[in-house]
């Protein structure tokens, strides 16, 4: 075997080992309450695709069969908490986006909802003064997300992006800020701090529903109308036709039937801005200049976070193909040694300030450095960058994500997986 096929061998033993899987789209959602969902659940509401699944973000899920924090579930509502939560537009957004994306595709969803609140207790640095000022039925909804909804929001996320790819958020909040004319930037703020939190590219879509028409919470239509032009990646989903009400006297939620319609109309967006992002990813690494030996496979688990075959063995996640370009809870300088690792002529590759790095002992030594992709495509050589003591080269043209780094010194071989921010 040459140092080429040995590279893309230790890659995919790398990849198949911990990277998450590209296939398993992940959706945060989060808001007030009728992102909480209040229409009653019907029968129709409690049959589920398997490939539709909820990680519970909060601490009592006496509600949901089988629910306790930070597990995966399949998604019968409520999806946000038992404290009241019902039927909202979280279920039909995922259902939806099962039923019109691929079959390869499962789809997964946190839902971090808390009724009554203010875009302030999503602020994470102001949520605690905000938080203490409520009165005690929110000040419940509050604690079931352990005092600090924004934050449990993150560490679910985070625990998520071990399994699968943040591919987008939806919203549904602004009634309580009807009137506070600073809520669009407010909310542009909560984003850049989901963004860099989670270490997410610059392309992730922010949809966010449009309140009742009527009613008293009416007027927050017009701060929702200036979302979009807070960032190009804001859209507005629209409550048009919408008006039937729930009856709770002043108009302010939804039916159960406008929930489902409302959810459909969030992935309809949803999937029109994705575009081709929701396309399967293959699960084979091939290269056609190389003879078959050479190629390597690893076979696509269909098994679904959450469901038995996982609970018996965390060993099956490392069976999985990856090629993600999501950020993990990996730190921007980590990187694993395969093969040989670092040794006495190949340090530890680092990513820092946009460039990544390779301490090396080149000693006159042939240099052979390239960088590949997760399904084993060669995307940068940066052979022939060597000076200072390092290898390196700018990740400005780089999605950000995991890549492997070849570094070959002499004799020495050393494959790194590297994270580029």
């Known amino acids: 075997m040459n140092m080429k096929q040995l590279g893309l061998a230790a890659l995919m ?26 229409g009653d659940i019907g029968s129709q509401d409690k049959s589920v695709d398997e490939r539709f699944q909820l990680l519970w973000s909060a601490d009592a899920g006496s509600c949901n069969q089988g629910a306790s924090k930070g597990k995966w579930i399949k998604a019968v509502p409520p999806l946000a ?21 691929d079959p390869q595709i499962k789809v997964g969803i946190i839902v971090v909802a808390v009724a009554g609140c203010s875009i302030d207790l999503f602020d994470k640095d102001g949520y605690a003064n905000y938080a203490r000022s409520q009165q005690s039925w929110m000040t419940q909804r509050i604690n079931t997300y352990g005092g600090n909804p924004y934050g449990r929001m993150i560490e679910m996320a985070k625990k998520a992006q071990e399994e699968g790819v943040i591919k987008g958020i939806i919203f549904h909040q602004g009634e309580t800020d009807a009137g506070n004319g600073q809520w669009p930037s407010k909310v542009k703020k909560v984003y850049d701090n989901i963004i860099k939190d989670l270490g997410l590219g610059n392309d992730i879509p922010f949809l966010a529903g449009e309140v009742l028409r009527s009613g008293v919470s009416s007027g927050a239509n017009n701060n929702i109308a200036k979302l979009p032009q807070q960032s190009s990646n804001f859209y507005v989903v629209s409550s048009e036709g919408f008006n039937q009400a729930l009856g709770d006297g002043q108009n302010v939620h ?4 406008e929930y ?17 992002k929701l396309n399967p990813v293959a699960s084979t690494v091939s290269s056609s200049s190389e003879t078959p030996e050479s190629s390597a496979s690893v076979s696509s688990s269909s098994t679904l976070p959450g469901s038995s075959e996982v609970a018996k063995s965390s060993s099956s996640r490392r069976h999985r193909s990856s090629s993600s370009s999501v950020v993990g809870p990996e730190s921007s300088t980590d990187a694993i040694d395969i093969v040989t690792g670092v040794s006495s002529h190949i340090g530890k590759a680092v990513f820092e300030s946009g460039r990544v790095s390779v301490p090396v002992k080149v000693n006159g030594t042939k ?55």
């Open 254 to 257: 939804f039916t159960s039937q």
């Open 260 to 276: 489902r319609d409302f959810g459909k109309r969030y992935a309809e967006k949803m999937i029109e801005v994705l575009g081709d």
């Open 367 to 421: 240099v052979v450095a390239k960088v590949y992709s997760m399904l084993g495509k060669e995307v940068v050589d940066f052979s022939n960058s060597y000076g200072n003591g390092v290898l390196g080269f700018s990740a400005a043209g780089l999605s950000q994500g995991y890549y492997m780094l070849s570094v070959q010194v002499g004799s020495e071989h050393s494959v790194q997986k590297v994270l580029v921010k």
């Open 13 to 38: 033993a790398v990849s198949a080992h911990a990277a998450p899987d590209p296939n398993f789209h992940i959706y945060l959602a989060f808001g007030q309450s009728n992102m909480e969902g209040q």
């Open 81 to 101: 908490h038992c404290q009241g939560a019902k039927l909202g537009p979280a279920d039909y957004f995922g259902r939806t986006m099962v039923e019109k994306t």
